[in-house]
């Protein structure tokens, strides 16, 4: 773990006076396990590495990477990130984190039990999962994927401005995607489980949530287009909050395309809304003691009763707003800095998915969206995806539906949350998810 | 990259446990990217990653390994990493002298990114900007970008085979934001081709920057997309997407024998409109999807695989054609040295039909016309796609008139295959595109020419 402390010390260590240098330095040990029909289809190991130098001087900023610790090649990065440098433009506000004070949070991310277990209890893991989701409902017809996989991660960041921080983290997965077939019908379901090493995972829950998923979407019809009231499955929300996260970027406020600009301190969500963006919380999967500049992170209120409390901020969008980073730096080796929210959490309510059914009475519960890269637009606000569920009637879930999509703006389905669940579910996403009401949607269909 | 006995030994050695075949696939590449945002040069960014995967295949099972060290001891390691994966077999297969066999590549690169000065690539940058922003006070925020690459490769395996590719890609892309009293809306255009920095003797990036600003300054104005099932007028270039979702990834081998495509079981049936040919061709020179050979060494090739609405073939790499005892298509690819190769597209295209795309438009009703479709997705299992459209028009009693907000498209591919009646004469390639599979993001094209589906569900929130 040193030696990543070390390869970026030895870059900052021929930093000028008159420049800032900062190192980052990654490595991580992947397996990834797929298997098929009782087989292993493939079995892939290995380590990547890489550095990236950031040079900011004349208030200049460059960039360089490669993909190896050679020594070589990692001196020939600081001078190419130097050269870069020249060609950029000037801008006051450019430069590195600089240590602010900030503690990181006393979470443990790193397991060494994942690099104890042999490989072949992982496979045994991939294996029993297609098996499992293979025998969950003689409808299951076919088994697309049945993965198991995990990761090593370690990243350190040196600076010569006062940052020398290191930080690393152990992940696993299992994940299954299934195909159901009925009287001619094909549907699909995906089921996972997540954890840092594997004997958190749980074949069980991935293959009943796939094979369930896939089977109650059996005979589904194209709905009729109206305006109804959706609840999004807690998966479907933690995606709709990663794109509300990402209009909270400072970067997209300082930039002129947030749609959140300029309206801090405003109702912009409806009362029940409190939405925290929080790596600090260890059970979020992509908790982090640290950024992407070596800074701590913290908890950052977004959101408070529907009140707007302000951006996440990596050190140029703080210093340019005339605040300070967030600890909101997001990046790899490959690139410099963004800023984005890591672990989002919507304080949940209390009433689990079926109650909440229940208060809904009609309308339709979206299980899965597709599209959200190609009809939502986070500048504009429009959003429209793809969409696949159940209707919900008197309460209780009734047909299934395919084929429609559920189409609003960002801005007013904030307005329109009715109904936050309390069925808090922890995800290898960015955000958590929790079922979510939303009112006056649109769905189209016939 | 790695010499020829060097690489021999690494295969010998990558088989040693028993294996039927072994693949060593090395990459050098090379990428420079310059980004302009908020009125300024941000910054310019290099890079370079290489190294080697190594695949062994024993029965049923691959396994993979990659290094970043292409030294012969750190192919060594790979190699016996990968065959430790896949287990020892008794296939005893050895591996074929190696002979290097060089594929003709789909057009040669003028100005490769290494003669081009960094100062070149930053003024582009602002001639795009100053372009865009005199379109209008409303043009209130605008980011252009270039990136070229240079990706070097060599592919060798235990049948002999030994040859390699030297791809040289160069993109442009401009984004921006038009503030109205309704709001802010996007506009963007990209254009990318295998090629040099010549690309940019053909195109002129002001162009491409006022086309962006207008499209954004258009939607100011435009009103909320139509909600439900509707004729749907796509225009020439902008629509290739439809297909690349509707049919393309349902038709790569992978997913047929994995009884997840909507289109398993079909060769020699009518799955598409008779109006329909279409065509993955991975030999377009200067597309975005071309090359010499594919990331298993096989030469590019084009593939009829609908021909007047038949299915006639699917899409193969090397695992897929092995077992099916055929020749791949030349469609096995991978992102980079870190990946397996999988079955992927290159540049699909609907071949032109014999309508007159004004006579299209004007027998049409009501719907809607998408001058430009965004990215989309698909479920190949049950063939329901989506996919967005970023510059789209309401048709009404024939004509073209108000613009529409963004949103996606939904439908099911097999019965959107059928449901095309008209195809008209003009053609053009759309914009580069990165198809995104398992993880893995690979350059790709498509083309189309004007054509239109009779119903196809619209999801935006107007009745």
């Known amino acids: ?446 | 990259m790695i010499d020829d006995a060097v690489v021999q030994r690494t295969l010998d050695r990558a088989l040693r446990t028993g294996g039927d075949f072994a693949e060593v696939f090395a990459e050098d590449r090379r990428g420079t990217s310059a980004m302009l945002d908020d009125g300024k040069v941000e910054e310019l960014s290099s890079g370079r990653d290489r190294g080697a995967g190594i695949r062994v295949v024993v029965g049923e099972t691959t396994g993979f390994a990659h290094t970043a060290d292409l030294s012969e001891e750190g192919l060594a390691a790979a190699a016996d990493a990968a065959a430790g994966a896949a287990r020892s077999g008794t296939g005893g297969a050895e591996v074929v002298d190696l002979a290097r066999l060089d594929a003709p590549r789909p057009n040669e690169v003028l100005v490769p990114p290494e003669d081009v000065s960094k100062a070149a690539r930053t003024e582009l940058l602002g001639r795009a900007d100053e372009a865009a922003r005199a379109r209008g006070d409303a043009i209130s925020q605008v980011t252009a970008r270039t990136a070229d690459s240079r990706r070097r490769i060599l592919v060798a395996n235990s049948d002999g085979l030994l040859t390699g590719d030297d791809q040289v890609r160069t993109l442009f892309s401009v984004s921006c934001v038009a503030t109205g009293d309704t709001g802010m809306q996007t506009g963007r255009e990209t254009i990318g081709h295998t090629v040099g920095f010549e690309l940019f003797d053909q195109v002129e990036v002001e162009e491409l920057a006022r086309r962006a600003a207008d499209r954004a300054l258009t939607k100011l104005r435009a009103r909320p997309a139509p909600s439900g099932a509707m004729p749907v007028v796509i225009g020439k270039g902008g629509g290739g997407v439809l297909f690349h979702e509707a049919c393309g990834h349902g038709l790569e081998a992978d997913h047929i024998f994995k009884h997840a495509s909507a289109f398993e079981g079909k060769l020699g049936e009518q799955v598409a409109s008779p109006l329909i040919t279409l065509v993955d061709d991975g030999t377009v020179p200067a597309e975005w999807g071309c090359y010499a050979v594919d990331d298993e060494g096989r030469p590019a090739q084009r593939n009829v695989l609908i021909q007047d609405g038949v299915l006639v073939d699917y899409m193969w790499d090397h695992i897929r054609a092995r077992k099916e005892g055929r020749a791949s298509s030349g469609n096995g690819r991978r992102q980079s040295y870190k990946h397996l190769p999988m079955v992927r597209m290159t540049n699909t295209y609907i071949e032109p039909g014999e309508d007159d795309p004004d006579d299209i438009i004007s027998s049409t009703d009501h719907g809607v016309y998408v001058a430009q479709l965004g990215g989309g997705q698909v479920n190949t299992a049950t063939g329901d796609f989506v996919f967005g459209m970023t510059e789209a028009y309401l048709i009404e009693d024939g004509e073209i008139t108000d613009p529409l907000r963004e949103g996606n498209l939904i439908g099911n591919g097999p019965e959107v295959l059928q449901r095309i009646d008209a195809l008209a004469g003009d053609f053009e390639m759309g914009p580069p595109g990165t198809c995104g599979k398992d993880g893995q993001g690979v350059p790709v094209g498509d083309g189309v020419p004007t054509l239109r589906v009779s119903r196809l569900t619209v999801g935006g929130t107007a009745a």
């Not at chain 1, 790193?110 to 209890?121: F, M, N, P, T």
């Not at chain 1, 159940?390 to 559920?406: Q, S």
Request: charge should be negative; charged fraction near 25%; glycine fraction near 12%.
């Open chain 1, 1 to 446: 773990m040193n030696d990543l402390l070390d390869i970026g010390d030895s870059i900052v260590a021929r930093a000028g006076d008159d420049e800032q240098v900062e190192a980052v330095v990654v490595r991580s040990r992947q397996t990834e396990i797929r298997a098929y029909e009782g087989e292993v289809e493939s079995l892939s190991s290995a380590e990547s590495r890489g550095v990236g130098v950031r040079v900011v001087a004349d208030q200049r900023q460059g960039f360089a990477y490669a993909g190896t610790f050679d020594e070589d090649a990692v001196g020939e990065v600081l001078d190419e990130a130097r050269d870069n440098a020249r060609f950029g433009e000037p801008d006051e506000f450019f430069g590195l984190a600089e240590p602010d004070g900030v503690t990181p949070p006393d979470i443990e991310l790193w397991r060494d039990g994942l690099g104890k277990v042999a490989v072949d209890d992982k496979v045994q893991l991939a294996l029993d999962l297609e098996r499992s989701a293979r025998e969950r409902d003689p409808r299951i017809t076919a088994i697309e994927s049945a993965d198991y996989a995990d990761s090593e991660d370690e990243m350190a960041v040196v600076t010569n401005t006062g940052v020398r921080l290191d930080g690393r983290e152990t992940s696993c997965y299992l994940s299954v995607w299934v195909i159901a077939g009925d009287d001619g019908d094909t549907r699909t379901g995906f089921g996972y489980s997540v954890g840092r090493e594997p004997g958190d995972l749980d074949v069980d829950e991935a293959a009943g949530d796939s094979a369930a998923r896939a089977t109650r979407l059996l005979g589904a019809t194209k709905p009729s287009s109206e305006r109804v009231t959706v609840v999004l499955d807690p998966f479907v929300t933690a995606q709709f909050l990663g794109i509300v996260g990402a209009t909270l970027s400072g970067e997209a406020v300082l930039k002129g395309r947030s749609l959140f600009a300029d309206r801090v301190g405003e109702e912009v969500a409806a009362r029940r809304i409190t939405l925290v963006d929080d790596p600090t919380d260890a059970r979020a999967y992509t908790a982090t003691r640290n950024d992407g500049e070596g800074l701590a992170t913290r908890r950052n209120v977004l959101i408070q009763d529907g009140v707007l409390q302000g951006f996440v901020h990596n050190t140029y969008t703080g210093r340019r707003s005339g605040s300070a980073s967030t600890g909101s730096a997001v990046r790899g080796y490959r690139s410099t800095p963004g800023v984005g929210c890591q672990a989002l959490f919507l304080t949940p309510g209390e009433a689990l998915q079926p109650e909440l059914l229940g208060r809904i009475g009609d309308g339709v519960l979206v299980a899965d969206v597709s599209g959200l890269h190609s009809g939502v637009n986070p500048v504009s606000g429009d959003f429209s995806t793809g969409a696949d569920g159940l209707r919900i009637r008197n309460g209780e879930l009734a047909e299934p539906v395919k084929e429609f999509t559920i189409a609003s703006t960002i801005q007013k389905m904030l307005r329109d949350v009715v109904e936050v669940g309390g069925d808090v579910e922890w995800l290898p996403m960015s955000a958590v998810g929790v079922s979510l009401a939303v009112a006056d949607v649109t769905v189209s269909g016939e």
